[in-house]
C-alpha cells in the first residue's frame, strides 16, 4: 500500500463519494453543512470548491442536525454536482454553482440522484400529507417532473450498467429494491433482499459486479456481504461489540458511534472488502476466507470515510482532518458483466406494488413468496424482529 497523495482540509469530512468515471471527489463537511469537491491525480489533491461553504455551523444533534445535512450525487458522466438540503436543489460545475430550476419548492427532499443517463434528476421524499410515499423525477431539459416511488438514502447503479439498487426503509424492516437503468422514473423489480430494522447505508458494489455489501442497522453496526445476482449472504458480522440489549451502557454507545457509517470500500482485486477502524486502520478483509489484515493508516485519528476511485485508488479521511489517496499496488478493477443483470432479471418482473407480502422476498438464506408472510405464525427469538412481529401479528388475526 502506497500513500499517493496527502493533505489537510480545513475541516474533517465524515463522508466521501467519489465521481463514477473523473478524477473528482466530493466530501461532507462535519462542522457544517457544506460539500467540498477534490480533483486527484497522481500525487496531487486539490481542492477545486465547494457548496454551502459559508452555511452557519451544525447547532444540533440527532434527528435536527439530520435535517440539515445535504444529500448530494454525481452526474454520470459530466463533472456535475446536484446537492440538495431540504430547502433547494442546487448544482456545482467548475465554472459555477447555479440552483436547479423546476424542482418544487419543499423543505422534505433529503435524497438525491441523477438518473444513469443523466437526463432526470430524482429526489425523495415528496413530503407534506400525502407526498412520504413517493418521490419526484425531474427532466432537467424540459423541466417536467412526474411522481415517482418511494426511497431513500441513494441510488446505486450496477457497475455494469442495465440496474440501480436503492432503499425503502422502515423501521421494522428495511427492503433493498432493484429497477431497470432505463426511463426516467424507477420501477422497482418483484425481488428484493429484506434486512432487519432500518438505520441502513447504500448498498455499495464491488467493481466486478459480483458482490454488495450493505452497513447499517439503528441499533448495531452489522455489516452484510451478498453476492449477485443471486441476493446469497456471503458474510454477516458486527463492527465492534455486539449490541448487549436496551438499556445501553453509555461505555458502548460511546464506541459504537465511535465507528463510521462510511468506511467501506471494495478494492480493485475481487473478494476483498476494505474497512476503515475508530484506531486509524484499515482491515483487508477476503469474503471468501474471510481473512482479515490490518493496515495501520492514520495513527493517532480515526479512520470516518472510506471509498474508492473509479480506477482503483482508496480515497480515505481521518477525524483530524487528514485526506489521503492510498494505491495498493495492483491491477485496475475488473468489469462487471452485464450477463449478470441479464440473469437477475430473467427471474423477475416489475413489481405492481411494493407490499412485503406480494414481493418474492429473501434474507440472504430464506425465501419468502408472494403470500407466504400471511401464514407465518410461529418465529424464534433468533429470527428477525420484523418475521417476529409478522408472526404475531398472523396469530391475533
Known sequence: METVARIRSEAPLERLLCHPKLPLIAGWDTERPAIRIWEYAIGQLREIGAVGADAAVYDAIGYNR???????????????????????AVCWTRAN???IDGVPPTRYHRNVAFSPDGRTLWLSPVGGEEGWESSITLDLASGATAMGPRWDTGVVTYPGGGLVATLQSD????????????????????????????????????????????????????????????????????????SPGYPYPQAWLDRMHAWSRHNLAFGPLPGVLWIGTPDGALIELGIDGQQATEHETLPGSAVIALT?????????????????????????????SPAAVTDFLTGTSEASAVDMDQLDLTDGTR???????????????????????QAAMNRIT
Open 97 to 99: 454553482t447555479f440552483r
Open 171 to 242: 423501521q421494522g424492516a428495511t427492503l433493498v429494491l432493484f429497477s431497470r437503468d432505463t426511463g426516467p422514473v424507477l420501477r422497482p423489480m418483484r425481488r428484493a433482499l429484506v434486512l432487519d430494522g432500518d438505520g441502513y447505508e447504500a448498498p455499495v458494489f464491488s467493481p466486478d459486479g459480483r458482490q454488495f455489501a450493505v452497513q447499517g442497522n439503528a441499533y448495531h453496526n452489522s455489516l452484510e456481504v451478498f453476492d449477485f445476482p443471486s441476493l446469497r449472504r456471503v458474510l454477516g458480522l458486527t463492527l465492534g461489540q455486539p
Open 308 to 336: 474508492a476511485t473509479a480506477t482503483g485508488e482508496l480515497i480515505v479521511a481521518g477525524r483530524d482532518g487528514t485526506l489521503l489517496v492510498l494505491s495498493i499496488g495492483r491491477a485496475g478493477p475488473a468489469e462487471a
Open 367 to 389: 425465501t419468502w413468496r408472494p403470500g407466504d408472510l400471511e401464514t407465518v405464525t410461529e418465529a424464534s427469538e433468533s429470527d428477525p424482529s420484523w418475521l417476529q412481529i
Open 66 to 88: 439530520f435535517r440539515r445535512t445535504p444529500s448530494a450525487a454525481w452526474h454520470p458522466d459530466k463533472p456535475q454536482l446536484a446537492v440538495a438540503d431540504g430547502d433547494n
